[in-house]
């Protein structure tokens, strides 16, 4: 490759919002970084309830299991809140991310023999192949991974130029 070739993006906001939020990515209790913490914190506050419901029948000795169970319902619930909190951090970026989308007037993809470089309304962004460690695509999007993150969904591009660019990422990140 030895010209410069230039992809340009339509950033429509709902074609990263359908890749970026699939399969309740944004929910804060279910998505899936919390849904195991949130099931497992809804487990043990409805041990802890039967426990106290069942409170009477248990000796002076044995009451000692709620104050356990209080204790694993409490750590269950600050790792769910730990959970919770990045999962609203990385929606509050990605949300800041396409309210930039949505006001740019220019997106484009240049891809030169050794660089590769991403502007966004003058913002660019520019690696060598080698910054880049990983790259996968599928019938939704391009992903690209490596000193810059990079999300492409087909929706934002014409067919020709989705193709190309997976036919160019393909041949300089497996090269090294």
Same mark, same amino acid.
């Given at each position: 490759?030895?010209?410069?070739?230039?992809?340009?993006?339509?950033?429509?906001?709902?074609?990263?919002?359908?890749?970026?939020?699939?399969?309740?990515?944004?929910?804060?209790?279910?998505?899936?970084?919390?849904?195991?913490?949130?099931?497992?914190?809804?487990?043990?506050?409805?041990?802890?309830?039967?426990?106290?419901?069942?409170?009477?029948?248990?000796?002076?000795?044995?009451?000692?299991?709620?104050?356990?169970?209080?204790?694993?319902?409490?750590?269950?619930?600050?790792?769910?809140?730990?959970?919770?909190?990045?999962?609203?951090?990385?929606?509050?970026?990605?949300?800041?991310?396409?309210?930039?989308?949505?006001?740019?007037?220019?997106?484009?993809?240049?891809?030169?023999?050794?660089? %590769?470089?991403?502007?966004?309304?003058? =913002? @660019?962004?520019? !690696?060598?192949? $080698?910054?880049?460690?990983?790259?996968?695509? +599928?019938?939704?999007?391009?992903?690209?991974?490596?000193?810059?993150?990079?999300? %492409?969904?087909?929706?934002?591009?014409? =067919? @020709?130029?989705? !193709?190309?660019? $997976?036919?160019?990422?393909?041949?300089?990140? +497996?090269?090294?």
């Amino acid at each position: 490759m030895s010209e410069e070739k230039v992809i340009i993006l339509r950033p429509e906001r709902k074609n990263f919002e359908e890749i970026y939020f699939s399969g309740k990515q944004g929910s804060l209790l279910f998505s899936p970084t919390t849904k195991g913490k949130t099931v497992t914190t809804i487990i043990a506050a409805i041990v802890l309830l039967i426990a106290f419901f069942l409170k009477g029948s248990l000796s002076k000795e044995s009451q000692g299991i709620l104050y356990f169970l209080s204790f694993i319902l409490l750590l269950c619930a600050v790792f769910l809140s730990v959970s919770v909190n990045k999962v609203s951090r990385w929606k509050k970026q990605v949300n800041h991310y396409l309210n930039t989308l949505e006001k740019c007037e220019i997106y484009e993809i240049r891809i030169e023999q050794n660089f %590769f470089t991403v502007n966004i309304d003058g =913002e @660019k962004e520019t !690696s060598e192949w $080698k910054d880049f460690n990983f790259f996968d695509s +599928n019938n939704e999007f391009i992903a690209l991974e490596g000193k810059y993150n990079y999300m %492409f969904p087909r929706k934002s591009m014409t =067919e @020709k130029d989705y !193709s190309l660019l $997976k036919k160019i990422l393909k041949d300089n990140i +497996n090269q090294q």
